[in-house]
Nanobody, 128 residues
């Protein structure tokens, strides 16, 4: 069973940047779509970005298009989320997760149950 651990969160001013990392261990990583989700206080967890197992396909929520970039390094079992031009509305706990089915891309809308092996999350706070 793969274990995921996020890092790279923190406090940043509006317009700033952060790079989140998600390290996978203990299982197969390279054959699965990976996703970054976020959950703000009082709101549902939402998919922010996803990347296919080989990295050839990506998905971004409308709210982050043009500002966030997802990437992965299968040799290092790591997926990244580069976040630029951050806004206060990006404040949330960010989670990475692995698709539950091998070699399967996301469906739209994406259901949280399509993903598993959730990491503990990393807090991102954007000050106005």
């Amino acid at each position: 069973q793969v274990q995921l651990v996020e890092s790279g969160g923190g406090l940043v001013q509006t317009g700033g940047s952060l790079r989140l990392s998600c390290a996978a261990s203990g299982g197969t990583f390279r054959s699965f779509t990976m996703g970054w989700f976020r959950q703000a206080p009082g709101k549902e967890r939402e998919l922010v970005a996803a990347i296919s197992w080989g990295g050839s396909s990506t998905y971004y929520a409308e709210s982050v298009k043009g500002r966030f970039t997802i990437s992965r390094d299968n040799a290092k079992n790591t997926v990244f989320l580069q976040m630029n031009n951050l806004k206060p509305e990006d404040t949330a706990v960010y989670y990475c997760a692995k698709h539950v089915r091998i070699l399967r891309w996301i469906g739209l809308p994406t259901h949280l149950t399509d993903f598993g092996s959730w990491g503990p999350g990393t807090q991102v706070t954007v000050s106005a």
